[in-house]
């Protein structure tokens, strides 16, 4: 059974830095590429970075050179650091695996106040 957990979300102030992590428990997962979304209170969910089984990464042209994607396969686990914090930036991040089917973890929420 496929099952992603994220954590790290909080409040912080603009121009502060937050470090989400995504423990992933599935069969063969490093082959896989994953990814974060982000959905803000009335707003559709968006596509954040993705980063492949080989380590190449993308990223949404709003968090280019703030956020950076990575993953560490020995401890199950993709993060997403993420710099110089914006309040655009606040919405519930959730982490995806993408595959056959896709998989989502239950998101967690990040505020930015100004």
């Known amino acids: 059974q496929v099952r992603l957990v994220e954590s790290g979300g909080g409040l912080v102030q603009a121009g502060g830095s937050l470090r989400l992590s995504c423990v992933v428990s599935a069969n063969n997962w490093m082959i896989n590429t994953m990814a974060w979304h982000r959905q803000a209170p009335g707003k559709q969910r968006e596509l954040v970075a993705t980063i492949t089984g080989g380590g190449t990464t993308v990223y949404a042209d709003s968090v280019k050179g703030r956020f950076t994607i990575s993953r560490d396969n020995a401890k199950s686990s993709v993060f997403l650091q993420m710099n110089s914090l914006k309040p655009e930036d606040t919405a519930v991040y959730y982490c995806?695996?993408?595959?056959?089917?896709?998989?989502w973890g239950q998101g967690t929420q990040v505020t930015v106040s100004s």
């Open positions: 995806r695996l993408i595959g056959a089917r896709d998989y």
